[in-house]
């Protein structure tokens, strides 16, 4: 498959987007995340990461589509200390994937209350700008990693190659760790792994045996508060929350009631014997 010439692409870009219902904006930043795991699955195939795996919404996007919120930031993890992650992303990122490279964008910035760094990563195509996107990396984890077919839709009709199967974090582990985020002393602006972990359930793809043992594992590490963690839903969050849930079309609309589902999962963690 030859690929096409930038300003093609583009147009493709809006035609594609039009025809499957797909926001362009996020189809765009599908085409870059999709990218961006096809030069991390290179890197692995040569030997220049030993694994990686998506993390957060970028994750959820990649196996829900538009059943899951939509993201702007990436989230991945890479095995080794701080300064390891970033020099083997940066190899990894000089390998290019097809005819999209990657360079990043100023300095790396520490993220507060986490072993993660903010990074801007510019995403070109056939050497001109296609978009730049915000990069959260941090360390891989230990739970499992799964290969996932991509479902979001539109790619292949652009004449783009799709990385498949991509690795992201397993979802039990990544709803113990959303749990804990949400719950905890540094939960501000959480809000969206509320509904994220609800839209799981809803989907009924989770163990819950295993999610209970993730987050009894991930609660015992991070060690800021304790499992079964308390449910209040601060009044800051109750608007967000509700225009969520009427955008991805949850049953539940109200914060009441979402509060109400949101406590009912975690209770049903904590009787799992």
Not at 5 to 26: D, H, N, S
Not at 123 to 134: K, S
Not at 236 to 256: D, F, H, I, Q, V
Request: net charge neutral; proline share 5%.
């Amino acid at each position: 498959m030859n690929p096409p010439p930038v300003e093609r692409l583009e147009k493709t870009l809006a035609r594609v987007a039009k025809e499957q219902g797909v926001a362009q904006e996020r189809l765009r930043r599908w085409v870059s995340f999709l990218a961006l795991c096809g030069v991390l699955e290179r890197a692995v195939i040569e030997g220049v990461l030993d694994n990686y795996c998506l993390k957060g919404g970028v994750a959820m996007e990649l196996r829900f589509a538009e059943g899951a919120r939509a993201t702007k930031d990436m989230d991945i993890g890479v095995a080794g200390e701080r300064a390891e992650r970033l020099r083997a992303f940066g190899n990894a990122l000089a390998l290019g994937f097809d005819e999209f490279t990657f360079q990043l964008k100023g300095k790396p910035l520490n993220m507060d209350n986490a072993d993660a760094v903010r990074l801007e990563l510019a995403v070109r195509y056939r050497t001109r700008a296609w978009q730049t996107i915000d990069i959260d990396l941090g360390p891989a984890g230990h739970g499992a990693v799964d290969l996932v077919e991509p479902a979001v839709r539109g790619l292949t009709a652009m004449g783009l190659r799709v990385p498949s199967p991509v690795r992201c974090l397993n979802l039990s582990e990544q709803v113990a760790q959303k749990l804990h985020a949400c719950t905890g002393p540094h939960s501000k602006d959480r809000a969206r792994d509320v509904l994220d972990i609800l839209l799981i359930e809803l989907l009924g793809r989770l163990d819950m045996v295993a999610v209970r043992a993730a987050s009894i594992e991930v609660f015992s590490q991070r060690a800021t508060h304790d499992f079964p963690p308390a449910i209040q839903i601060p009044a800051e969050w109750k608007p967000e929350l509700e225009g969520m849930a009427r955008e991805l079309g949850y049953p539940a609309t109200s914060a009441g009631e979402i509060e109400s589902r949101f406590r009912a999962f975690v209770n049903g963690l904590a009787r799992i014997a």
